[in-house]
């Protein structure tokens, strides 16, 4: 992965610690068999073919129903943060215990968890569909903008609308390459990258977040406050609830976006009210 000079803290910088993070076991999480669990008590054995195969905005999964899961999950991954291996299950893992704080890769790969579930309930393709242990640049660039969302960081929440819009647009399966890469969408990642680089540490830590991940030996697992990590985790599920992409019967006809009848379409309402409650 290239290394952005701009980007360098004192021993680490921020896509340094997201790669280490999706490296951790358990991190990254399966679409498919997310979705099969997720939606099995709520839809048709063809709508969840169909969510996973195209996604659930296009199964006409309801809002309702997307809402629930992704509480769920939420809170799931809130109650589980500790059952994440630590970097002793990575190749040369303690090496790098003595340039990258383990709390802090810990903690990223938690919130990678709940990212993940959050974007395939939300109907994102898949964030990981190559089979190698490295991570492509698109899946680093949104992985950065669904992290600066749940820190919160305003720019991010530009970038992700402008991707979301553009697999909407063409109901693609796979993210835009090259808008992440080289493209409009590049500069934001570099710029929320730089943002978490110079003040995740600080945000995160110094306010006593760090004091919440007791470490044992320095590489055991440890747990996050509710007073944290959910906060975070809503913040990502309010923003993609807000976004096109999210409506049910999600169609594309000639590059322009449409809502078709599908089954167990409700009818629309803004997903950002519904939340506020929550």
Avoid at 21 to 26: H, N
Avoid at 244 to 270: H, M, N, Y
Wanted: aromatic share 6%; with cysteine; proline share 5%.
């Amino acid at each position: 992965m290239a290394k952005n000079q701009d980007l360098e803290q004192p021993g680490f910088s921020f896509p340094q610690v997201l790669d280490l993070a999706a490296k951790l076991p358990g991190v990254r999480i399966d679409r498919e068999t997310y979705l099969r669990a997720a939606l099995k008590r709520h839809c048709t054995a063809e709508q969840i073919d169909r969510a996973v195969s195209e996604s659930p905005a296009a199964a006409g999964v309801s809002l309702k129903v997307i809402t629930e899961v992704a509480n769920g999950s939420i809170t799931y991954e809130t109650s589980k943060v500790t059952g994440i291996s630590a970097l002793a299950g990575l190749p040369g893992g303690l090496a790098m215990l003595g340039t990258v704080p383990a709390d802090l890769v810990q903690y990223v790969g938690h919130m990678l968890r709940v990212a993940q579930k959050l974007a395939y309930i939300y109907s994102w393709p898949d964030l990981f569909a190559g089979d190698g242990e490295e991570i492509d640049e698109a899946t680093e660039g949104i992985l950065t903008l669904f992290v600066g969302v749940m820190v919160g960081v305003q720019v991010a929440q530009g970038g992700v609308s402008k991707v979301a819009t553009m697999i909407a647009a063409q109901v693609a399966k796979k993210l835009p390459q090259q808008a992440l890469t080289k493209g409009a969408i590049y500069p934001i990642v570099k710029k929320v990258a730089g943002y978490l680089g110079v003040s995740m540490t600080k945000k995160l830590f110094a306010s006593g977040v760090a004091k919440a991940i007791p470490v044992v030996g320095a590489i055991l697992s440890g747990g996050l406050t509710l007073g944290t990590f959910l906060p975070m985790s809503r913040k990502l599920q309010k923003h993609l609830a807000s976004l096109e992409l999210t409506k049910p019967g999600l169609r594309s006809v000639d590059g322009e976006v449409i809502f078709a009848e599908a089954p167990g379409v409700v009818e629309w309402s803004s997903p950002r009210s519904s939340l506020e409650s929550s």
